[in-house]
Every structure is written in structure tokens, then in C-alpha cells.
């Protein structure tokens, strides 16, 4: 005679394990928030659109507010793992690793458009809620981090001039990054994200040139 019969969690799929519905719930968390904003949004909805019930989300996240934060540090892994991680990676010039951290944001932006639209509500959210500001700008903020530390190294180092103005590149370059996720999420096709990114590239390589003396004699 077979043992009895293991009931799954209410609301979990067969087969599922914590780990996909997790995953679920934070896709449809994303996906919700973005459409709606923080303040129109229940939990209910989002149980919803992941086809789970509203038990099953209290399973994992306690309230809307805790649900949230967990959608944030969603986009905060993106942000450090997928895009800076690669980033850091690249050798040569400092511009090519920052090129290298808004191709991958660029890229990636198009493969689950809930991050880069989450990412750009998330902001507006914290025009109203400043409980939520420091988490909801922190990844834009890690990036401007890594911009300015990978040019502020380089001039030190004597690899860009010493007049390149390494803080209002800083801004500019988190303005682009901005408004890349604008564009990814709501308005624009990939052809010509990838033309914006191109054209930025060639922008950026010019400003952040190695000054003439560094510049090796068989070069060009």
C-alpha cells in the first residue's frame, strides 16, 4: 500500500519547486508594479497574473511593501550580477568597460522587459513613498558607482587627460542608462536601441581618448 499523499503548498503549481515560484511571483511583482504603480497594486493581482493564489504569495512575502523591496533587490542583482560583473571583466581602456556596463544593460533590458519598466516606475514610486527611495535608486546608483570609480582610477592613472571632467561624464552616463530603460520598456525597438548605444560609443571613445603621450608609435 503506497504511503499517503504529500499535498502541495496552496497555490504552487505541480512540480514547482521554492525557487521557480519565487521566481514567478517576483516576474509577475514587476510586471504589475510597472503597469499600475505601487499604490493601485494588491497582491491579489499579482497572485494573479502569476497563476498562484493569494495564500500562496503570503508564503513567501508577508505584505505589498515586502513584496516590493524583494522585486527591487530582483533588479539590484540584475544590475551587479548580469551587467556589472561583465563589465568589470573587460580589458583595455576604462571606456570600454563602461561601454561594456551600458551594452549589457542594453541587452539584457530586452530580455525581461519587467526589470528595465519596473526600474523605471520604481523611481516615480519614490517620488511618493521616500521609504522606498534608497532602494529603488540603488541601482542606477551602483552603476553610477562603477562609472565614476572606473574613470576617477583611470585619470589617476594617467589613462584619460587630466581636464576630462570624470563627474559630469558620470551623470551623463546615468542618464543614458535611464533612458535606455525608458525606451526598452515602453517605447522604442531593439534596431534602434542598438544605433543609440553605437552612436554613445563613438561619443564616449572621444572624450575618454588616452591622452597623445600614452598613445604607442606603431599605433594607426
Request: no cysteine.
Amino acid at each position: 500500500m503506497s504511503g499517503p499523499t504529500r499535498r502541495r503548498g496552496p497555490g504552487r503549481p505541480p512540480g514547482s519547486d521554492s525557487a521557480e515560484t519565487r521566481a514567478k511571483i517576483l516576474h509577475s511583482a514587476r510586471q504589475v508594479f510597472s503597469t499600475i504603480g505601487f499604490d493601485q497594486a494588491s497582491l491579489k493581482q499579482i497572485a494573479e497574473d502569476a497563476g498562484l493564489t493569494r495564500n500562496a504569495i503570503a508564503n513567501y512575502y508577508s505584505s505589498k511593501s515586502d513584496l516590493y523591496l524583494a522585486a527591487l533587490a530582483s533588479v539590484q542583482e540584475v544590475a551587479v550580477e548580469k551587467i556589472i560583473g561583465r563589465a568589470s571583466a573587460v580589458e583595455g581602456p576604462a571606456y570600454r568597460r563602461v561601454m561594456m556596463m551600458v551594452q549589457a544593460a542594453a541587452e539584457f533590458g530586452w530580455t525581461d522587459r519587467t526589470f528595465v519598466r519596473f526600474f523605471i516606475t520604481a523611481t516615480v514610486d519614490a517620488t511618493r513613498h521616500p521609504e522606498l527611495r534608497d532602494e529603488a535608486l540603488l541601482p542606477l546608483q551602483t552603476a553610477r558607482d562603477f562609472v565614476w570609480e572606473t574613470l576617477d582610477a583611470a585619470q589617476r592613472k594617467g589613462e584619460i587627460a587630466p581636464d576630462v571632467d570624470t563627474e559630469a561624464i558620470t551623470q551623463v552616463v546615468g542618464d543614458l542608462l535611464w533612458g535606455l530603460a525608458m525606451d526598452i520598456g515602453f517605447y522604442t525597438d531593439r534596431e534602434r536601441m542598438r544605433r543609440t548605444v553605437r552612436a554613445f560609443d563613438r561619443l564616449l571613445s572621444a572624450e575618454l581618448a588616452p591622452v597623445p603621450g600614452d598613445i604607442p608609435k606603431d599605433a594607426g
